[in-house]
C-alpha cells in the first residue's frame, strides 16, 4: 500500500514537472502567426517612427486637402503637461460641401503608442479615399494624436498613468466606482520594486497566470482586468479621477462640430487585439436593434465581434461611447478598429500581451534592474503595438483602405 502511494506521488511530481517545463518552453518560444503576404511599398510610406514626424505628415496632408475642398479647417489643440510644451491632439475637419446630413469622426491614438498605426491609416485615408468620397452630404472630421504624451513616449497611458479609453465620462460616479474583481488580482498586475525580466517571477509568469485562469475562468479574468479601475493610479487600466486633459479639450470641437450633422459615425483606431494580421471590428456592445443593423449595412460582408466569442469584453469609460453621450440628440453610429498584432485571442498570446504590460508600467514606475531589461521592455511594448514587420504594416494598410472605401459607400446610405 505504501509503495503504491509512493510511486502515485512520485508520478504525480512527474506529471506537474513536465506541465511545468512544456507551458514554461512554449510561453517562452511563443510567436504569433507571421504575415505572409508581401509588403507592397506604396503602404509603407505612410508609417513613420516618432510622434513629430507623424504629426508633420498629418499637417501636410491636411493641407493638401485644403485646397481641393471648400471651407476646410486645420487646427490643433495644445495638451498641458508637466514634461513637454509640444504636446498637441491636430485636427482636421472637411465640412459637408453642400447640405450637412452625415459626419465621419476618424480618430487616432486614444491609447498614444497605438498612434504609429492610427496616423498611418488617418494618412492613406486623407491621400487616397477622401477625394474619391462623395463629400456633398458628409462631413469628414480626422482628430490625430488623441494622447500625444502616450504617443511620444509610446505608453499606451496618458502622463498621469491614465488610460484614455478608460476616463471617457461626463458623470462622475464613473471614478467612484469600485472593480472588485481587479482588487483581487491587484499583486500580480502590478508588482512593486525594480523590474528584472531574470526575476523567477518573471520567469514563470505564465505558471501565475494560469493558476489565475484556472481559480477564476479567462472570461472573468479578462472582464476585471481589462474593464478599467479607478482605485489605483499606478496600476495597470486606470481610468482617472477626472477627465484628463485630453477628453477635456476635444469635448466642446467635438460638440461644435457634429452640431450640424443628424448622423455622426465615429472610427476609432486601435492595435494590439486580436488575431495577428487581421483588422477587428470590436464595437462595445450594442442593444438598439436599428443601429445594430444599420452597423451591419456599413460593413457588410465583415465579421463583427459583437461580443458572443469567448475573447469579448467590455469597457467603463470608452472614447467612442462618449462621443454618443455628449450629442445626445444626434442619431450616433460608434465603431472600434483594432489591428491584432500579438494573437492575443489565445491563451499564450493574452497572457504574453498582459506581461509586456505589467512589466512595461512596473519599469515606469519603480525602474529596470538593468539597461539591458529597460531596452527589451521597451521594445517589446512597442513591438506589440506598432509591429516592425514590413509584411504586417502593408496588410494593414490594405485592410483599412479596403474597409474604409467600402464602409464610406454604405455609410453614405444611412438615414436616421
Ligand atoms: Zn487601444
Not at 498582459?354 to 519603480?366: K, S
Request: hydrophobic share 35%; with cysteine; proline share 3%.
Amino acid at each position: 500500500m505504501k509503495k503504491t502511494l509512493k510511486i502515485i506521488s512520485i508520478l504525480l511530481v512527474l506529471i506537474i514537472l513536465c506541465a511545468l517545463v512544456v507551458t514554461t518552453y512554449q510561453y517562452n518560444t511563443f510567436t504569433p502567426v507571421a504575415v505572409i503576404q508581401d509588403a507592397d511599398s506604396k503602404n509603407l510610406v505612410y508609417f513613420q517612427n516618432s510622434y513629430e514626424e507623424c504629426r508633420k505628415n498629418f499637417i501636410l496632408l491636411a493641407d493638401k486637402i485644403n485646397k481641393r475642398f471648400e471651407k476646410v479647417t486645420i487646427s490643433k489643440l495644445n495638451i498641458e503637461s508637466k514634461k513637454d510644451p509640444d504636446l498637441t491632439i491636430n485636427y482636421c475637419y472637411v465640412p459637408a460641401q453642400k447640405k450637412f446630413k452625415r459626419l465621419l469622426i476618424l480618430s487616432s491614438a486614444v491609447h498614444g503608442i497605438e498612434g504609429y498605426v492610427g496616423s498611418a491609416v488617418q494618412q492613406m485615408f486623407m491621400e487616397e479615399l477622401l477625394e474619391k468620397m462623395n463629400l456633398s452630404e458628409m462631413g469628414v472630421l480626422l482628430i490625430h494624436g488623441m494622447n500625444p504624451y502616450g504617443f511620444k513616449y509610446k505608453r499606451r497611458v496618458s502622463e498621469n498613468n491614465v488610460d484614455l479609453n478608460r476616463n471617457c465620462s461626463n458623470d462622475s460616479k464613473l471614478y467612484k466606482s469600485i472593480n472588485a474583481g481587479y482588487s483581487n488580482l491587484y499583486t500580480m498586475l502590478n508588482p512593486k520594486g525594480e523590474v528584472s525580466l531574470k526575476s523567477i517571477k518573471n520567469m514563470f509568469f505564465q505558471i501565475n497566470a494560469i493558476q489565475k485562469i484556472i481559480q477564476y475562468s479567462m472570461g472573468t479574468l479578462r472582464q476585471a482586468i481589462l474593464q478599467g479601475q479607478y482605485q489605483y493610479p499606478e496600476g495597470l487600466y486606470f481610468g482617472g479621477n477626472e477627465l484628463e486633459p485630453s477628453i477635456k479639450a476635444i469635448t466642446p470641437v467635438l460638440k461644435q462640430i457634429t452640431e450640424n450633422y443628424g448622423i455622426v459615425f465615429n472610427i476609432d483606431l486601435h492595435t494590439g487585439y486580436g488575431a495577428r494580421g487581421t483588422l477587428h471590428l470590436f464595437p462595445n456592445p450594442i442593444e438598439d436593434k436599428k443601429l445594430k443593423n444599420d452597423i451591419e449595412t456599413i460593413f457588410s460582408g465583415k465579421h463583427i465581434d459583437w461580443g458572443d466569442g469567448d475573447n469579448f469584453y467590455t469597457v467603463t469609460g470608452d472614447f467612442t461611447s462618449y462621443i454618443g453621450r455628449i450629442i445626445p440628440k444626434k442619431y450616433y453610429i460608434p465603431m472600434v478598429f483594432e489591428f491584432g498584432t500579438l494573437d492575443s485571442q489565445t491563451t499564450m498570446g493574452s497572457i504574453k500581451s498582459l506581461h509586456n504590460m505589467i512589466v512595461e508600467n512596473q519599469g515606469f514606475h519603480h525602474n529596470y534592474k538593468t539597461k539591458k531589461d529597460e531596452i527589451k521592455i521597451n521594445k517589446d511594448i512597442l513591438e506589440m503595438y506598432y509591429p516592425t514587420s514590413e509584411n504586417w504594416k502593408s496588410k494593414a494598410i490594405e485592410d483599412a483602405r479596403i474597409i474604409l472605401s467600402k464602409s464610406m459607400k454604405q455609410f453614405s446610405s444611412i438615414e436616421r
